[in-house]
């Protein structure tokens, strides 16, 4: 792997941890993404949106957590996906990307 494709892991494991821990937290909560978006009062398409931004407003964020019952350490805390599904994954998405990033 190289140095580029390393920075790139980082990056995207900074990104996807929000997705994984909000969708981890709406499953164990027996939500959908249809089941918050109510609680939000947005449509489906919005909390996709949400989900899976690399930056989320603060009082949006904070609303969210409310709703899913967790405080700043749910998000913090170390990933713990199951073995090697999502570092597998992660890999997959850095490689194609430093591959975009060098061939620009």
């Known amino acids: 792997m190289t140095a580029i494709t390393r920075k790139v892991v980082e990056v995207v494991v900074d ?24 609680q939000l009062g947005v449509n489906r398409t919005r909390v996709s949106q949400i989900l899976n931004a690399s930056t989320i407003p603060e009082p949006l964020f904070l609303r969210i957590s409310a709703l899913l019952g967790v405080g700043m ?32």
């Open 73 to 104: 350490d749910y998000w913090t805390a170390p990933m713990k996906p199951p073995a090697g599904v999502m570092g597998r994954a992660l890999q997959e998405r850095a490689v194609a990307i430093s591959e975009k990033i060098i061939g620009e």
């Open 15 to 38: 990104i996807d941890r929000f997705h994984w821990r909000a969708s981890r937290r709406l499953e164990k909560l027996n939500w959908s993404q249809e089941d918050l978006a109510r």
